[in-house]
């Protein structure tokens, strides 16, 4: 769905979506929980107003959110260790209430993330 200018596409695909809330990242395939929880506790954040935060391990970056009743989809930009960085992903709800979390960096790695509400 395109987001109409005064944001009420936005609001009306995510008032759907069943992800929307903070969620904490309890495991990952590429890093360890040491790893993901180094500089705070790893989370994600799915906000209404198509955008949300991640952070896990130095990493932190900005979502930028698209909606349906159980998955999102997402481009994200940020920071790790000062580097800036940036990729796409799709969380999606699982049937024991838990998210699972396809991140990719740009031209890089990506990792399969495990998230609890």
Known sequence: MVAQT????????????RLIG???????DLWDRDYLDLVQPAAI???AGGRGEI???AM???????YSQ???SFTWYGFDEM??????GHA??????????????????????KAQA
Do not use: H, K
């Open 22 to 28: 903070r969620w904490r990242i309890v495991e990952a």
């Open 6 to 17: 005064d944001g009420g596409a936005i609001m009306s695909a995510a008032s759907r979506c």
């Open 60 to 66: 932190q970056a900005t979502l930028d959110l698209g």
């Open 55 to 57: 952070a896990f391990g």
């Open 45 to 47: 954040s799915i906000g």
């Open 70 to 72: 159980s998955t999102i």
């Open 92 to 113: 999606e709800l699982l049937d024991d209430g838990s998210i699972e979390i396809a991140f990719a960096y740009q031209n890089g790695d990506e990792a399969v993330l």
């Open 83 to 88: 580097d800036e960085i940036s990729g796409d």
